[in-house]
C-alpha cells in the first residue's frame, strides 16, 4: 500500500496522521526522536480504527528505516518560539532540527515527494530545498492551503456563507507577510471585491492574517494543529490521487511572479509528481506590489539563517 511518513509526532504530526488515516489513502508511518511518543499515538490511533472503520495502518517509531519507500514525507519536527527566544534563536533551532531530518529522510525515501511544515516555513522549505537536492517540484511547503482555509472562515462569519461557497486565495509570505487577494477571492462565484467595500475586505484579511495568533491567544500554551493537520492531509490527497487540484502552496519561485529563487505561497497544481504547474494570476500593479513586498520579507528571513547551516 501507499505509504506516507510523518517526520514530529506532536499535535500537528498527530493531528495530520489522523485525519489521513481516515482517508483510507495509505498506510502512516509516525516517527520523532521522543522514545515512545510516536508509539504511544499511533498505538492510540489504532485503538480507534474499528470506530472510524479505515484500513490503513499508523506506525509509530524513531527509526527512519521503517520510512524506507515513503511514496510522501511531511516534516512537521521543530519547536515554537519561546519567551526570550529572539526570531535569530529560532531560525537556528529549526535549520538544525531541518537539516539533520532532511539528511535522514532523503536517503530512506529517495523518491518520495517532501512537505515541509516546521516554521518559519518559507525559510524552512528553501533551506530544505538547498540541503535535499531535490529537483523543486518534489519539495514544497505546507502554508497557504491553511491560510486560505482561515480567510474563508473569516469571509464566512462576515456574509454568513457556506465554506463550500468559498474559494478563498491568501498566498505570499506564511505570517505577518501574508496576501490576501480579494479580487480572486469568490463566494459562489463571485468576486469578494464585489460584495465586501474596502473596510470589510480589510477587516477579514486581518482576521486572516491574525487567524493562528488568535488560536494561540485562547490556548495561551500551544498552537494550532486540527486546521494545519487537515491542510497537510488535504495536500497529500491530492498528490496520492493524483488530482492536479489547484490551491495556495509555498513552491519554489523561478522568476514567476518577477520572483526567484524563494519560497513562497502561490497557485499550483498539485499531482502524483508533487508540484506540477505554477500558476500565474492576472494582478493588478498594486496586487503584484504586494506579492513583492511579500517576497522581500521572506528575503530578510533568509539573511536571518545562520552561515553554518547555509
Not at 516555513?121 to 535535499?132: E, F, I, P, Q
Request: charged share 20%; aromatic share 4%; proline share 5%.
Amino acid at each position: 500500500m501507499t505509504k506516507v511518513s510523518i517526520v514530529g509526532a506532536g499535535n500537528v504530526g498527530a493531528a495530520a496522521a489522523h485525519i489521513l488515516a481516515g482517508k483510507d489513502l495509505a498506510d502512516i508511518v509516525l516517527i520523532d526522536v521522543a522514545e515512545g511518543l510516536p508509539q504511544g499515538k499511533a498505538l492510540d490511533m489504532m485503538h480507534l480504527r474499528s470506530i472510524e472503520g479505515f484500513d490503513s495502518s499508523i506506525v509509530g517509531t524513531n527509526d527512519y528505516a521503517l520510512t524506507a519507500g515513503s511514496d510522501v514525507v511531511v516534516i512537521t519536527a521543530g519547536i515554537a518560539r519561546k519567551p526570550g527566544m529572539t526570531r535569530e534563536d529560532l531560525l537556528g533551532v529549526n535549520a538544525s532540527i531541518m537539516a539533520s531530518v532532511i539528511e535522514a529522510a532523503r536517503p530512506a525515501s529517495p523518491d518520495a515527494v517532501y512537505i515541509c511544515v516546521t516554521n518559519p516555513l518559507d525559510v524552512m522549505t528553501w533551506l530544505a530545498y538547498k540541503k535535499s537536492g531535490l529537483p523543486a517540484n518534489r519539495l514544497m511547503g505546507m502554508g497557504g492551503v491553511l491560510d486560505s482555509a482561515r480567510f474563508s472562515f473569516a469571509i464566512c462569519e462576515k456574509l454568513g456563507c457556506r465554506p463550500e461557497e468559498v474559494k478563498a486565495w491568501a498566498l505570499g509570505a506564511h505570517g505577518e507577510g501574508m496576501v490576501c487577494w480579494p479580487r480572486h477571492t469568490t463566494v459562489a462565484g463571485r468576486p469578494l471585491s464585489e460584495l465586501l467595500g474596502p473596510d470589510d475586505i480589510a477587516e477579514v484579511v486581518s482576521r486572516t492574517v491574525q487567524g493562528g495568533a488568535e488560536v494561540v491567544k485562547h490556548l495561551k500554551t500551544g498552537s494550532a494543529y486540527y486546521a494545519p493537520g487537515a491542510a497537510i492531509a488535504q495536500m497529500v490527497e491530492a498528490i496520492l490521487t493524483d488530482s492536479h487540484e489547484l490551491m495556495s502552496v509555498c513552491a519554489h519561485l523561478e522568476g514567476h511572479y518577477g520572483i526567484d529563487d524563494l519560497y513562497m505561497n502561490v497557485p499550483v497544481r498539485l499531482g502524483k509528481s508533487g508540484v506540477e504547474e505554477i500558476v500565474e494570476f492576472d494582478l493588478t500593479e498594486g496586487e503584484r506590489a504586494d506579492l513583492l513586498v511579500s517576497a522581500h520579507s521572506v528575503a530578510e528571513g533568509l539573511k536571518a539563517l545562520p552561515p553554518e547551516i547555509r
